[in-house]
């Protein structure tokens, strides 16, 4: 296994609050790099109510559907939702923006090894050359077709550290054998490029 990745003891909501509360306490300037999805909203209520200093924070997510942003599938629209009150500065996606240096990046992952929008197919490297591209997942899932905007792979990399929230034994079998260097999967590439810390929260359920 990496020597930079370490398995957090819990991965319950409260845990992971803490993880990422640690990130935004002291009163510095943090970027944040947040997954959409379902996954990370009750832990984004968890940390809404926290006793935080957002005011100098910077959130943006890994990813986003090309869909205004009051559409219910919008990953940008969900976060303004869940803390747009905090006092965070919360940033949309677009083509061709730069990539900050990311303080923390937060990722999900699919059980074909995707992070962010960066699907198998795609065929993501530490080449690309834009930090934010638009793409078409295929197969495009039936519970939210739309084109993606993605950070790519060196985006993501830029981190002074990096967190990796996954649920199941499907996906955690897929990440077995990304940590083992037994597939080529955009988790595996991740990884390999991987030159931060990374804390990976694992439950069963």
């Known amino acids: 296994m990496n020597d930079r990745v370490q398995f957090a003891p819990r991965a319950?909501?409260?845990?992971?609050?803490?993880?990422?509360?640690?990130?935004?306490?002291?009163?510095?300037?943090?970027?944040?790099?947040?997954?959409?999805?379902?996954?990370?909203?009750?832990?984004?209520?968890?940390?809404?109510?926290?006793?935080?200093?957002?005011?100098?924070?910077?959130?943006?997510?890994?990813?986003?559907?090309?869909?205004?942003?009051?559409?219910?599938?919008?990953?940008?629209?969900?976060?303004?939702?869940?803390?747009?009150?905090?006092?965070?500065?919360?940033?949309?996606?677009?083509?061709?923006?730069?990539?900050?240096?990311?303080?923390?990046?937060?990722?999900?992952?699919?059980?074909?090894?995707?992070?962010?929008?960066?699907?198998p197919n795609t065929n993501p490297g530490m080449n690309a050359p834009s930090k934010v591209i638009r793409l078409t997942p295929d197969p495009l899932p039936p519970e939210a077709p739309f084109d993606r905007l993605s950070w790519t792979m060196p985006a993501l990399v830029n981190s002074k550290a990096m967190m990796l929230v996954i649920k199941g034994a499907e996906k955690r079998a897929v990440l077995d054998a990304a940590l083992a260097g037994e597939n080529d999967l955009p988790i595996a590439r991740l990884l390999h490029a991987l030159a931060c810390p990374m804390t990976i929260f694992w439950s069963e359920e």
């Open 12 to 119: 319950d909501i409260d845990a992971i609050a803490d993880h990422v509360g640690a990130v935004i306490d002291g009163g510095e300037s943090k970027t944040i790099c947040v997954p959409g999805g379902s996954t990370p909203f009750p832990i984004f209520d968890a940390l809404g109510q926290r006793d935080l200093d957002w005011s100098g924070v910077t959130l943006l997510p890994n990813d986003d559907r090309v869909v205004p942003h009051d559409h219910i599938a919008s990953n940008v629209g969900r976060l303004m939702t869940s803390l747009g009150n905090s006092g965070a500065s919360i940033i949309p996606l677009e083509e061709g923006m730069a990539a900050p240096d990311f303080d923390l990046v937060w990722l999900g992952m699919g059980a074909d090894g995707h992070v962010a929008s960066l699907f």
